[in-house]
Structure formats: structure tokens, C-alpha cells
């Protein structure tokens, strides 16, 4: 009976991982989705509403899901008291603090800090060509996350279950 138990608990758990493990390939995903949204929701703000920095945060972060609605909050809040010096210092600190709920890899992290170290220092036009430079980059990585996704999401699932299978066998 014991065993049983065992075999039963260990398969669950092999299980478990291989879900879970499988599951960071969709995050990646769709955080890259709600970053795009979030960056031509914030494109349309500043380029076609003239609207400042801080208040089109606040704007939009209300209208994408987490973690990138704390994530934009956190750097509005940075600088609007202004414990920062620009714009790319607050997303840097905010994203040293909430670094564990994300997951994007380093291109990802790459695109958006050229972005944010550009942002708000140039006219209007090198602010559109700044915003579809990240777009592009992001639609890119966006698409390179959902093929990842697609082949090994199955993938570590099934393995999971193999594995725990497989335990399961040798253990009975």
C-alpha cells in the first residue's frame, strides 16, 4: 500500500514539473504579447495624444495584465516622485524588483531597455522611429516565442509524464 502511495505521489509530482516547466514557454509568450500591446498603447498616447510620460503610464497600465501592470505602475510612481533620474533608471530599478515574475529571455530584455534608454529624448519623429524599431523587435521575438511555445510546451508535458510514469513502473 505504501508503495502505491509512493509510486502514486512521485508520478503526480514528475508530473507536475513537466506542466510547470512546459508553462514558462507560454509566459514568455504572452507577457511578449502584452508588451506589444502595451507598446503601441503607449505609442498612441505620446505620438497621436501628446500626452506626458507619467500620465500615459498610468493610462495604459490599467488596460494590461500582470506583471506588466505593476511593473509600468512602479516606474510611473519612480517618476513622478522622482527618485529617478530618467525614464530607463526607473524601468532598470523596477525591473531588478519584480525581475522573478517575468519571463522574457535577454533579447527580449535587450529590445526593451534600447527602448527605454531612448525614450523621451528626441523629437516626435525619432519617438515614432524608436516605437516601431521596439514594435518590430518585439513582434520578432513575439513570433520566435510562440513557435518555442508551440513544439515544447507538448513536449515537456509529455516528458513529464513519461518520466513520472516510468518511476512509477520501477518503484512497483
Not at 495584465?65 to 513622478?80: A, D, M, Q, T, Y
Request: charged fraction near 25%.
Amino acid at each position: 500500500m505504501l508503495k502505491l502511495v509512493i509510486a502514486c505521489a512521485l508520478f503526480s509530482i514528475c508530473s507536475y514539473v513537466g506542466f510547470e516547466y512546459g508553462e514558462g514557454f507560454n509566459r514568455r509568450m504572452i507577457q511578449l504579447r502584452e508588451i506589444l500591446k502595451s507598446l503601441i498603447i503607449l505609442q498612441n498616447d505620446i505620438l497621436y495624444g501628446s500626452t506626458p510620460l507619467p500620465e500615459a503610464f498610468e493610462n495604459f497600465s490599467y488596460k494590461v495584465e500582470e506583471p506588466i501592470h505593476s511593473f509600468i505602475n512602479g516606474i510611473r510612481e519612480k517618476l513622478v516622485s522622482g527618485s529617478v533620474e530618467s525614464v530607463y533608471d526607473g524601468v532598470a530599478e523596477e525591473y531588478r524588483e519584480l525581475k522573478g515574475k517575468f519571463s522574457l529571455n535577454d533579447n527580449d530584455i535587450k529590445i526593451l531597455g534600447d527602448f527605454f534608454k531612448s525614450l523621451g529624448e528626441s523629437g516626435v519623429f525619432g519617438q515614432e522611429r524608436i516605437f516601431s524599431l521596439a514594435i518590430e523587435g518585439i513582434r520578432m521575438n513575439l513570433k520566435d516565442a510562440e513557435d518555442t511555445a508551440k513544439k515544447n510546451v507538448k513536449l515537456y508535458r509529455y516528458l513529464g509524464v513519461c518520466v513520472g510514469g516510468m518511476i512509477t513502473i520501477f518503484v512497483l
